[in-house]
């Protein structure tokens, strides 16, 4: 069973530009999840999406966006590109809604010069 | 809000030694509990949960018991091995409120 696959690997971007990261879940998860793992600060909850709809986001601004398909597959895009927004980003994917373990990819790791 | 707090670490101990790793949360309602692991150069992994007060997880030699009173999910293992040095996350999902602990490093020497 393949597991989470994110891409690219590596994504370096300049403040002020956009940046789009792609996740594809395990095969029959329907929940997706986004996560920021900057250094010193664990994993930061940003986005769930479950069935093509937001279910929840965390404590991030509107710049952090982003949508499921309807394959299940998931894009998180950042707007706007600060500096303090490199970091490790990571995706999950759990069958069904919450309270489901999840089960995470390598992450992309995004660097803003 | 809902929040994790987990020891810090490094915690660094001898082979066969006993591990125990505090773990408490605020989280409105009755949330799922989670440990997971991160190997050295690998990714982030279900190491085991608790779903319900009194439920004990337990995976590879570790345990972990959710207990309400004490809004603490401390995970323990009786004999450490080399192979179990990673970093170790507590988390909690309550009802799609996602929650990580800041992770301890744990590094077993022989």
């Known amino acids: 069973e393949a597991g989470v696959t994110q891409s690219p690997t590596h994504l370096i971007k300049t403040r002020g530009q956009q940046a789009t990261l792609r996740c594809s879940p395990i095969?029959?998860?329907?929940?997706v999840y986004w996560y920021q793992q900057a250094l010193g600060l664990g994993l930061q909850f940003l986005l769930w999406?479950?069935?093509?709809?937001?279910?929840n986001r965390g404590n991030f601004p509107p710049r952090f966006s982003g949508r499921q398909f309807p394959n299940y597959s998931s894009e998180l895009n950042v707007n706007a590109l600060e500096l303090e927004d490199s970091a490790l980003y990571l995706c999950a994917s759990s069958l069904g809604q919450s309270r489901k373990p999840q089960h995470f990819g390598d992450g992309t790791r995004l660097s803003i010069l | 809000g809902d929040s994790v707090t987990q020891m810090e670490g490094p915690v660094t101990l001898s082979e066969e030694a006993f591990l125990t790793i505090n773990c408490t949360y605020t989280a409105t309602g009755y949330p799922s509990l989670f440990w997971y692991v991160q190997y050295p150069g690998e990714g982030l992994q279900l190491l085991l949960k608790a779903t319900k007060a009194d439920d004990k997880g337990s995976n590879k030699g570790f345990e972990a018991t959710y207990r309400k009173e004490t809004t603490s999910f401390h995970l323990e293992k009786g004999s450490v091995q080399v192979s179990d040095s990673a970093v170790y996350f507590c988390a909690l999902d309550s009802w799609g409120k996602f929650q990580f602990g800041a992770g301890t490093q744990v590094v077993v020497t022989p």
């Open positions: 999406y479950d069935e093509g709809e937001e279910r």
């Open positions: 095969s029959g998860h329907t929940s």
